[in-house]
């Protein structure tokens, strides 16, 4: 049976704490590394409902990508949000660790996962320190028939997929970010890519692209790589891993009228 520290060990070959961008927090968040492995559960998020998928599943390391503490906090008192769920996690010996903007640069990060689950080719990074990605489609199509490839291709949200130019946009060239992106549109626009594909986008921002631009939600976009930081994670060291079931994009529904 492994170690916390020796799956942490393969999580820094994987995903170098050293290549994350400086404001970034990736990292043991919390946990004693000395502690065997029981199962490690994979999620975008730690949240309380992730803590309780993985009490059911007696999961005692749970890898996310988002850090839990990326912004500052003075208190972990229970009586706040965060605190409430780090002082839970701490009595049920449960660890969590993220990988991050590392993950989202590596070979097979985040959005090189993203980019093959599409069935582009000839993939390349979008940016030279390795953020994104550009790729083509195996044909032509349609900016209205890639929407719905999307659609097809990530889990299910409330706030679905959506596309800021003519539906009948032929589209060849693709590039794409997974989870937030927008300050790579630049990026985007210089690489003679038809669309770029990312999350989080705002008005004026999307107004101002100069490319056409698809909007698909974060989390979405992200949990596609899960289970591929799983398999490599399996390729190093021996343990049960288990994927996350919670959708834990913050947007639960939206009105039918």
Known sequence: MASISEVLAVCERLWPLASAEEWDRPGLIVGDPSVD????????????????????TRANLIIVHHPYLLRGVSTVAEDTAKGAVLSEAIRAGVAVYAAHTNADIAIDGVSQVFAEALGLERIEPLTQDGHGRVGDLKSATTLEELVNLLVETLPATARGVSASASKDLSVTRVALCGGAGDSFIEAARLSKADVYVTADLRHHVTQDAGIPLIDVSHWASESLWLARAAESIKKHVEIDTLISNINTDPWVFRSSK
């Open 37 to 56: 492995v029981t199962r490690v559960l994979f999620a975008v998020d730690f949240t309380a409902d992730v803590l309780a998928e993985a009490h059911a």
